[in-house]
C-alpha cells in the first residue's frame, strides 16, 4: 500500500497528477449537487477501465440513512452497473477522507486505487484516526493518493459548515 501526497509526485509524473486532479474535479461537482439539496459536500466516483461508471453525492438527509455517505452509494452504483462485488479494477476518487465505515466497504470490494481530497481529522478511517492505510486487509498494492485539489475541497466543507453554525 502506498500513501501519497499531492507533492509526491516526481518530474515525468505530471501527467498522473493532472488525471488524478480532473477526475477530483468531476466528484467536486457531484459534492456541489448534493450541497444544493442540503447534504453535507461531499462527492464520490468510481471510473473503469478510463470510464466513470458511478456517481454519487452524500444522501444521509434525504434517505433519513446514516450509511448512506457518497463512497457507499457510488460503491453499491458501481457494483450494481458492474454486475459482481468485487472493484478490483477499478478507482475510488472522494472529495474527502473516507470515513471508517467507508474504508471497511472499499476493503470488502477489493478497490486497489483510492483518490480523496480533503482530510477528515474527526471522522477520517485512512489516515487520520484509525489509520486503516496500513490495514492488513487492504488490497495488495493498493494505491492511496491523498491532498488531491485539497483546497478546494477543504473549501467546500468548510463553507458549508460554516453557514450552518
Known amino acids: 500500500m502506498f500513501l501519497w501526497q499531492l507533492d509526491c509526485f516526481a518530474k515525468g509524473g505530471s501527467h498522473i497528477k493532472k488525471n488524478l486532479q480532473e477526475m477530483m474535479e468531476q466528484a467536486i461537482i457531484?459534492?456541489?449537487q448534493g450541497e444544493a439539496k442540503g447534504e453535507v459536500p461531499i462527492g464520490a466516483l468510481v471510473v473503469c477501465q478510463g470510464e466513470v461508471i458511478a456517481r454519487a453525492h452524500n444522501q444521509k438527509e434525504t434517505l433519513a440513512d446514516p450509511t448512506a455517505h457518497a463512497e457507499m452509494l457510488v460503491i453499491r452504483e458501481a457494483a450494481k452497473k458492474l454486475g459482481r462485488w468485487r472493484l478490483d479494477d477499478c478507482q475510488l476518487f472522494v472529495t474527502?477522507?473516507?470515513c471508517v465505515m467507508c474504508m471497511g466497504a472499499i476493503i470488502q470490494a477489493?478497490?486497489?486505487f483510492l483518490v480523496?481530497?480533503?482530510t477528515e481529522k474527526k471522522f477520517g478511517g485512512v489516515e487520520s484516526t484509525a489509520y486503516l492505510c496500513q490495514h492488513p486487509m487492504?488490497?495488495?498494492?493498493?494505491?492511496i493518493y491523498a491532498g488531491i485539489c485539497e483546497q478546494?475541497?477543504?473549501a467546500l466543507l468548510k463553507n458549508?459548515?460554516?453557514?450552518?453554525r
Open 30 to 32: 457531484i459534492a456541489k
Open 152 to 154: 478546494q475541497c477543504e
Open 110 to 112: 477489493r478497490i486497489p
Open 138 to 143: 487492504l488490497p495488495k498494492q493498493m494505491e
Open 160 to 164: 458549508f459548515f460554516s453557514s450552518k
Open 96 to 98: 474527502a477522507e473516507p
Open 116 to 118: 480523496y481530497g480533503a
